[in-house]
């Protein structure tokens, strides 16, 4: 082992944070500056999206191999938020969420004891220096930029499909730059009521009761109208998971429960999008690029293979898809591979063959379990029936879907083509919506 002298330690220390702060070897881009800007236009008017096939760009060498990653061009400078004077408007009391840009936190209004607001704090001096080498450091501060653009335009709309947007703002805290973004509080996440509570009691009641059962297909419904508004205005979310969803449970305590075991019985439910931060539509692509982080596990097979140049609809469907299982199998670790060592040479040829010699590990993983889900490029040998008994064995109550048509629904959403794949218009006509549990949980 070489150890160090505490002078080169500092030297080095110094000379990488030199790099970092003068946008150099680490390709680290400065903040947009603080410029005036004209508004943005309105959302645009929902007009028929043709399916077409996904143009794709080259795909650029792994993260853990990359010194630069490419991305588009840096955007012209973005309006920034305006600054907030009142430290103390919002008592924060809880933390309820953390990604990888930032805190959500229960808040209340400054001399109120009512949780009616969340706020979205990011630090962007800091995930500068922390993403150096996998991400620029402007990232973080596009991101706010883009939740906030969405935020208020969505709510300006009147579209209720997102929590109430409140404001955004910036404040510095010494040489730390903070954005937050204040919202209405409009329920606890999907993520929360699959996997918190005591025994899990919500997902076992989702799982074995009549009600729960058609409380998934309400789910269902409302996630896919949600996304269907958002793309009838040409927007992208692109970062749909059960974290990224709210659900609003109303208790005796408060319009929308704020906790799993504040829940005692479950009549009605209202659905809403949140985390708007990696979305897209033409007027960000523009100000910002289409470049954003997304969580792996709910991207479609086709950014596997190759960035798409734009951002496709189809690319919401599949994460559905992902979540309808999770829902199913309560667990959101779809793609497993039951015994690898038992993989046979013809199996991982095939897979193989498909990318060149290019694909990672990890790529080679998921397609295999995909393929062990009958879901992929070469699964067209296996039946619904195949499927079905494959998610029954994975399910811990081996109920599997009790719907033959929510397991057809989920193999359209989990079509490995994107042209092929089911559009939230044609989602929301499918037989598994047209019966008459569904409308008790629908929230219309």
Known sequence: MVWLSAAATSSSLICLLFFV????????RSLPPPTCSTRPPPLSTPTTRPQS??????????????????????????PTMPAELDDHRYNLTKMIGEGSFGTAWLASKFNSNELEFIVKIISVLLLLLYYTITFSGSDAHVSALREAHFGENLTE??????????????RNNGDD?????????????LEHLLYGGQNRFWWNWLKTTQEGENAIKGIMFQLISAIAILHDHDIV????????????????KRRCAASVEEIKQIRDFKLRLIDMGSATNAYTIQLYGSWAPQC???MPPETGYGWMAKPQASYDMWSIGIIFLEMILGTNEIFTISNIDNLTPELVDLVLQYDEGDLIDSDIYRNLALLELCIGEFSDHCSEQDFADKIIARDPFQLGFLDVEALRLARLLLHWDPVHRISARGALQHSYFQQNEARACRGD
């Open 237 to 252: 979310h692109r970062d749909l998971k059960p974290g990224n969803i709210v659900i609003c449970i109303p208790t005796q």
């Open 296 to 298: 792996r596990d709910y």
């Open 53 to 78: 096939s996904p143009t794709c760009l080259t795909r650029p060498l792994p993260p853990s191999i990359q010194t630069c990653p490419a991305r588009p061009s840096p955007p012209p400078p973005a």
């Open 21 to 28: 702060l003068t946008n150099g070897a680490f390709c680290a």
């Open 157 to 170: 709309a009147g579209l209720d499909i997102t929590p109430k947007f409140v404001k955004a703002f910036q």
């Open 177 to 189: 730059l903070l954005f937050h973004l204040v919202y209405r509080f409009e329920g606890i996440s």
